[in-house]
C-alpha cells in the first residue's frame, strides 16, 4: 500500500527557512515524478513543484521560484522541500503527492499534509 | 500560464440529485485533466484521470467528459459520501493549475 507521510511543519517567523521532508513507502520511489502542493487556510489548491525522477529536472510555481527549493534522496526513498524567505501568505498546509509515472498517470496518492504556519 | 476556472463554486443539492460541475481551460489542453474530491480535513483524493478514466474503486456514478478547453464532472446520484470540494487539475504543461474548487452542499 502506498503511503507518503510529510513532516517538518511548525511555526515560523517572516524570513525563516523551514525544511519539509515526505518519507515514501509501498512502491518503488525512484520510478515517479513528485511533487508538493499546498492549501492555505480556508483556500483551494495551489501546485507549487515537481521533481523528475532522477532528480535532473524540477519545475516550480513562480511565487516560490527563487525561494522554495525540492529535492529527493532515492536511497531513503524521500522527498524535500527547502523553503526561506518565507512569508505569511507561505502559512498552508503543505501536501506531498506521487506526481507522475507513465503507468499512474498525474497526483494519484497523497500524503495527510502538515502544516507550516508563518507568523512573528 | 494555462488558467482553469471552475463553475459554480458551490452548489447544494439533495440525495439523489444529479449534478454536473465545469471546469473551462483558457488554452487547449487536450485530455490532460484530472478530477479530485477533498473532504474537511483530509487530503485530496484523485477521482478521475484523463477526462474520462475512473480512478480504481471510485463508483461509477461519477463519470468525466470533455476535450481541448471544456470539461465536466457529472454525479449521477448524490450519495451522502459525496458532500465535499471537488477540483479540477491540468496537467498539460508548467505550471500546473487547479480550478478554484466547487463546494458541493446539501440542501
Known amino acids: 500500500e502506498v503511503h507518503l507521510v510529510e513532516s517538518g511543519g511548525g511555526l515560523v517567523q517572516p524570513g525563516g527557512s523551514l525544511r519539509l521532508s515526505c518519507a515514501a513507502s509501498?512502491?518503488?520511489?525512484?520510478?515517479?515524478?513528485m511533487g508538493w502542493v499546498r492549501q492555505a487556510p480556508g483556500k483551494g489548491l495551489e501546485w507549487l513543484a515537481n521533481?523528475?525522477?532522477?532528480?535532473?529536472?524540477?519545475y516550480y510555481v513562480d511565487s516560490v521560484k527563487g525561494r522554495f527549493t525540492i529535492s529527493r534522496d532515492n536511497a531513503k526513498n524521500s522527498l524535500y522541500l527547502q523553503m526561506n524567505s518565507l512569508r505569511a501568505e507561505d502559512t498552508a498546509v503543505y501536501y506531498c503527492?506521487?506526481?507522475?509515472?507513465?503507468?499512474?498517470?498525474?497526483?494519484?496518492?497523497w500524503g495527510q499534509g502538515t502544516l507550516v504556519t508563518v507568523s512573528s | 500560464d494555462i488558467q482553469m476556472t471552475q463553475s459554480p463554486s458551490s452548489l447544494s443539492a439533495s440525495v439523489g440529485d444529479r449534478v454536473t460541475i465545469t471546469c473551462r481551460a483558457s488554452q487547449g489542453i487536450r485530455t490532460e485533466l484530472s478530477w479530485l474530491q477533498q473532504k474537511p480535513g483530509k487530503a485530496p483524493k484523485r477521482l478521475i484521470y484523463a477526462v474520462s478514466s475512473l480512478e480504481s474503486g471510485v463508483p461509477s456514478r461519477f463519470s468525466g467528459s470533455g476535450s481541448g478547453t471544456e470539461f465536466t464532472l457529472t454525479i449521477s446520484s448524490l450519495q451522502p459520501e459525496d458532500f465535499a470540494t471537488y477540483y479540477c487539475l491540468h496537467h498539460h504543461s508548467y505550471p500546473l493549475t487547479f480550478g478554484q474548487g466547487t463546494k458541493l452542499e446539501i440542501k
Open positions: 509501498g512502491f518503488t520511489f525512484k520510478n515517479y515524478w
Open positions: 503527492a506521487r506526481a507522475w509515472s507513465y503507468s499512474s498517470g498525474w497526483f494519484d496518492y
Open positions: 521533481i523528475k525522477q532522477d532528480g535532473s529536472e524540477k
